[in-house]
């Protein structure tokens, strides 16, 4: 019996949520579609992927090169692993047998010791596992893997688990810690995460202690990605990471901080969170948890975006956060999210639940536009789009959202999230059900021995008001905890119409008894706007405010409130309206406000510094995450605001 | 008879300041003689410079390749020419001596025809001339042109001025508006400058044509480093520049902003005003004031640095002035003083001076260590040192000065502006004799046809009282202008005694009518701490402010003031008081007065915008130009201050 709560499979929710169900249609109807068209070389405009012929060549279906990055056979993956979930809430018999297709032909191209990465083996065979630092075999192999478990969950079909099987048996063999087995591990973090959800499928040892054994010898000495350059050539370049790029310098359990490559990092502690789960590692779980504080209470922006720099998409230090140098990538929000909810698994604090709640309704679909057809790869706090075209040092950061990319690792990263979002919202440990999200949705689990349907309602997050209700046949003894969001500073919960004032314990409140069907909860969370500011040890945000309210980190853009947003200024009073518009932004609440904008007559480079002239002006916020939807224009999450 | 001043000349000028003697004493005493062992390889800890080594190959002495970058040669060409200024003021048989011995080898490495560059003497032959863009032939031809005329005019040798005048000629041959020569010019500008300079001591109307010549053609159609390309290889890869990173993508009378290399762009302008100074060229003059007005009123810190990127060492774009990723290469500062000294000679014209005095005081002397040891190739006005060493988009920023550079640009430019700080003083022309600084120092002129010695005393930068004293034997018909700086908003101003109160006319005050011998005028230039700001255009320093007091701009470093300088806020009213501290570094006016620190009880990344309690602490301000002189730590210009 285990002693940590467990994320309630997505099989058992049903979203009924109006907010993230038209993301999860997005992803079902525009990016899966569309990357299959993409993964099979059909958009005219497009760079070629070639992923699907690498496959059908590695199958000996087709003659030619391996064309793409080195880590092309993930999208295949991503878009797999997509479709899987989205199988779950819209079972469509046509797409399942074009899954069915595509695994045929992964089956044809796996190699008869069960290898099975395009790259290698079309051409390429002899150099296997031979640069395990940058040729991502193992990342494939685990995004492929995620797939298979992902599908098998789905449709109960285990002919992708079978062939994803073989392969692990194959690594299995050539990794681990016997004698003679390399001691190699990945480059890009993501198998060990896989083969956890692999162990929880098959519950078969080997594969948690494969996972274990991966994380176990990263970072050991000698250090395995030195050694291997002494036979490739060339050290990694980067002469401030180093190997701590890769989370490769030390052994994960004495790392003390989020460090290197932000998405290689938060995969990393997904797999270190779920083993020391499932191996309850103390000491593993200590070093999740201080990895945990260092991304989360001192390295990651407002909006859930983690990775401060460009350089190597990676970690600087504390508090260096720039709003507009920033990278953000999407998928390491995503990654974080992930996280997060693989620590809700450890234990059931609330903070893990905020930073994943802060991270999806912001840095997260920051990612994605309204239509669901172009995407960040990088999401900036602050844009002035002529600085991001003429300055270099910005020029990473694109002022409007891109079609797709030659990377193409965001957008289908957001498929899948979007299509597994269920799987976000609930934790079960025994006869307790954690409510971690205030997404609409049903959920059937057990209290107390009696299947209970869970139902979550409300209109999150644009208002606070969450019902919660049971249906059940009998009485089913058991606690449901919900949430009390850090942002929240109000609340009122009332059972069956009775007020209650339980404490909060680590962020949720424990409702227990018995339940009957038709009981409910309502938990009213107060939500008005709030002016946020950074710890003092933010340079960048120094007199500066960020508007919220709930969830929902706000900010203004050119087209609301006109040019040059770092001119205007907070007053130290202000009074907030909230106002929901239908029309706007897919419907949106905004929220305004009247500030002021700083003046000057002429405008010296410098002057002696009297007083600025103060005008004042409507101010009129929208949720970042819907931000760059109606053109190009300046967008500021940091306000400069009067002290 | 020019139409405009000239820059009186340094055999004229005799310095006296204790302030630039020091620096003047520094590049005499341990910078060039530093340098002369760097360049023949007696460094022990260095990287070879290979520099005489190259030219004793070149010259058939020794046997080798050659060795360093592309313009190797031209270090020894910036060590020429600050020792002949150097040995203006202060001669030196054997150092001369040494010159000379330099001459002759520089005689024997000169080919047949001329031509003159180590690089393509030594193994290269063929290759002269076919890489314009990239391979500095011009440019190292223009610096060694500019020590032959220093050296000539320091001694009235003519060897290196002949030497030159062949590669002159050769050049002169090869390039040029005629029929089946080439159309190229320089890849970095800086011959153009050195024509001038040339047509300045041998009055030739062909060596002003070729300067001409030079600028005419560039950015012409069809781009001459485009089709230069097309048979070399790649097109420059600078996808934000392009060929603006020379300068070179349209004529330079049509180009609007100053863009690319800020060193590069200074030294055209240079050349610019220069030309369009001797040929009248009122389209090219026009040019050039729109360039200054871009770069200086625009695109300039408030130190005088400028090139706000560290990709291309670069200009951005308008008002785009980071304080922590700026680049503000030193030799950019120097740069653009030289640029206002040429506009000076166009027009007389106060903003012209003032820029040249900030530049000097601030941004070019923060590149040298109170000792003349150390030297900054990059000078921000933000450092935080943790962060330069593990945010790779901080990295080009030192912390601490170095101790010289592979590319060895800075430390001898610094050297020859120094050595001929005197050079910058005075403009005259005909009749009237312009101040443009106010360091101490003798300047001899004729005013209405009778020689006389005007000489300048004080304690600039320190203190604000300068008396200009004349003499003469007779009776002198003539005017004297005092430059009234943009930074000082009350003076008064006596002559002999006597209270004037002249009109300021484009920032000078003119003083007309017969000068005799003693004749005395005292300025009293009212110097107080002031509080500057920011154009609200300016998005880096919006809610700040920056300290300065008369020439000088101030910064908070950490060794006065604690870690953390963000976290300092400058209350609305201040009181500022000035004391001269003499035993701190070398002597300097330190500005002090009671600031505030914002404090919080706990580090919450993000939290409710309560009020922060402000802290009363005393601050204490040191002049940029000596930060970085007691230890490493962190330093700031542009201080949080309330609105």
């Known amino acids: 019996m285990n002693r940590h709560p467990v994320s309630v499979p997505l099989a058992q929710v049903t979203v009924t949520d109006g907010f993230w169900g038209n993301y999860m249609q997005l992803a079902r109807t525009k990016i899966l579609p569309y990357q299959w068209q993409a993964l099979n070389d059909r958009i005219p405009e497009a760079q070629p992927s070639h992923c699907i012929e690498n496959f059908r060549i590695a199958a000996g279906l087709a003659e030619g090169e391996f064309y793409g990055f080195v880590f092309q056979d993930s999208d295949l993956a991503k878009w797999l692993e997509g479709v899987s979930y989205s199988l779950v809430s819209h079972p469509d018999e046509a797409l399942e047998a074009l899954v069915d297709e595509v695994v045929e032909l992964l089956g044809k191209a796996q190699q008869p010791d069960g290898y099975l990465d395009t790259y290698f083996i079309i051409g390429n065979q002899e150099k296997r596992w031979t640069n395990l630092r940058d040729c991502h075999e193992m990342y494939c192999a685990g995004h492929m893997l995620e797939a298979a478990v992902a599908y098998y969950q789905a449709t109960g079909k285990r002919a992708l688990l079978e062939i994803m099987l073989r392969f692990v048996e194959h690594i299995a063999t050539v990794f681990g810690p016997g004698e003679g087995q390399s001691k190699g591990y990945p480059g890009h973090e993501e198998l060990e995460l896989a083969l956890v ?29 030195r050694e291997e350059a002494k036979v490739n050539g060339p050290e990694w370049d980067s002469k401030i990471l180093g190997l701590r790029y890769f989370q490769a310098a030390q052994p994960v359990r004495e790392q003390q901080d989020a460090e290197g490559h932000a998405v290689r990092a938060m995969y990393l502690y997904c797999a270190m969170a779920s083993v020391a789960r499932e191996t309850g590692d103390e000491e593993l779980a200590a ?62 604090r609330g903070e893990y639940g905020d930073v994943m709640e802060r991270a999806l309704y912001n840095g997260v679909l920051s990612g994605i536009s309204l239509e669901g057809d172009r995407f960040f790869y990088v999401n900036p706090l602050e844009v002035v789009p002529e600085a991001c075209e003429q300055d270099q040092r910005l020029n990473h950061v694109k002022p409007v959202r891109q079609k797709w990319f030659g990377c193409a690792c965001c957008p289908p990263n957001l498929a899948r999230v979007a299509t597994s979002i269920g799987h976000y919202i609930y934790t079960w440990q025994q006869d307790t059900l954690f409510v971690n999200l205030y997404i609409a949705s049903r959920c059937q689990v057990e209290l107390g021995g009696v299947p209970v349907t869970v139902c979550v309602q409300g209109s999150y997050p644009w208002e606070g008001t969450i019902r919660v ?36 314990a680590e962020g949720y409140v424990y409702l227990d008894g018995l339940w009957h069907d038709g009981d409910a909860v309502e938990l009213c969370l107060d939500m008005p706007v709030e002016r946020v500011r950074s710890s003092v040890r933010v340079r960048e945000n120094m007199g500066r405010q960020a508007i919220t309210r709930g969830p929902l980190v706000y900010c203004l853009e050119e087209v609301d409130n006109g040019k040059d947003l770092h001119q205007i200024l907070l007053p130290a009073q202000m009074e907030f309206s909230a106002r929901w518009e239908q029309a706007l932004l897919g419907g949106v609440m905004v929220v305004e406000a009247q500030g002021l904008r700083l003046a000057e007559e002429e405008h010296a480079l410098y002057q002696a510094a009297a007083p600025l002239r103060q005008v004042p002006v409507p101010l009129r916020w929208v949720p970042y995450y819907a931000w760059n939807n109606r053109g190009v224009g300046e967008m500021m999450v940091w306000i400069h605001a009067q002290q």
Request: some cysteine.
């Open 197 to 225: 959800r692999l162990y929880h499928v098959t519950g078969d040892p080997r594969h948690l202690a494969l996972a274990k054994h991966f994380l176990d010898v990263r970072g050991q000495q000698p250090l395995y990605f």
């Open 287 to 348: 070093a999740c948890r201080r990895l945990w504080a260092s991304a989360t209470q001192r390295r990651m922006y407002i909006t859930g975006a983690v990775g401060s720099s460009v350089h190597g998409e990676a970690f600087t230090l504390d508090y260096d956060l720039p709003n507009d140098a920033v990278y953000g990538e999407t998928c390491a929000a995503i990654g974080l999210a992930m996280f997060a909810r693989r620590m809700l698994e450890l234990s059931p």
């Open 469 to 504: 209700s049971l249906s059940c046949q009998g009485a089913a003894a058991g606690r449901i905890a919900l949430r009390i969001p850090g942002w929240c500073r109000r609340w009122t919960l009332r059972r069956n119409g009775e007020l209650l004032c339980p404490e909060v």
